[in-house]
């Protein structure tokens, strides 16, 4: 089945540790995006990549960091700089054709 | 840049009940416009999208969406709700030109529906 897998489901961390989340479409898309999810905020941008090997920060980019060395991954690592990062992460990915965005499951970050 | 309002973070509504979810959008150039639904713990589903023609549109599941210009409004509707329709909705707009294809959401929409 075709679609886009986010592990772990949950994740759980030490205050000070930097933590990666894994994003993997097998869709064959050329974009992908991560958004970060607060209770009565909507979902706020990351970071984004149209591209292997390029990415763009989004609107809250500060304590995160990606990479894109494959079309089928694109992993965010929240580092100890982001001051608050107990949140919902998604992950989504786009065909190229009308801004459709398709989203994986979500991961679950608390940090402790 | 757009942004997009949605009026209402809670809707409580009864069972068998019609519901409208409010949506406006704020944008200089032309748009699509999208109705995702995220239930507990899971990602975002899209529900329907109006990318041109006709200003109505319909989803599967009994919703539907009427894309208003000249009001810039987007609102979702559903003659008789169901329990399985408690979830949160949320708006997303994007523009039709311009090279980074991303999505705008509103802040979401809570529907519950109660028995």
């Known amino acids: 089945d075709g679609g886009i897998t986010q592990s772990p489901k949950y994740l759980f961390r030490k205050e000070g540790q930097n933590v990666t989340l894994s994003c993997e479409q097998n869709?064959?898309?050329?974009?992908m995006y991560w958004y970060r999810q607060d209770p009565g905020q909507g979902l706020r941008l990351i970071y984004y990549s149209q591209i292997v090997n390029d990415f763009q920060k989004g609107d809250i980019a500060e304590g995160y960091s990606v990479s894109r060395e494959k079309k089928e991954s694109f992993p965010l690592t929240v580092t100890s700089a982001q001051k608050n990062p107990t949140a919902f992460y998604l992950c989504?990915?786009?065909?190229?054709?009308?801004?459709?965005?398709?989203f994986g499951p979500g991961t679950r970050l608390t940090v402790l | 840049a757009q942004s997009v309002t949605q009026l209402d973070s809670q809707a409580p509504v009864f069972e068998e009940a019609p519901v409208e979810l409010r949506c406006n959008y704020s944008s200089s150039v032309s748009v699509y416009l999208f109705w995702y639904v995220q239930y507990p713990n899971q990602g975002l589903q899209l529900l329907l999208k109006?990318?041109?023609?006709?200003?109505l549109v319909e989803s599967i599941n009994g919703f539907e969406a009427e894309f208003n210009k000249s009001q810039t409004s987007f609102h979702l509707r559903k003659p008789s709700v169901h329990i399985s329709d408690t979830a949160e909705y949320f708006c997303?707009?994007?523009?039709?030109?311009?090279?980074?294809?991303?999505?705008?959401f509103g802040s979401g929409t809570q529907l519950t529906v109660l028995p």
């Open positions: 869709l064959n898309h050329d974009a």
């Open positions: 997303a707009v994007s523009e039709t030109s311009g090279s980074a294809r991303q999505l705008t």
């Open positions: 989504a990915s786009n065909p190229g054709a009308y801004n459709e965005q398709f």
């Open positions: 109006y990318l041109s023609g006709s200003t």
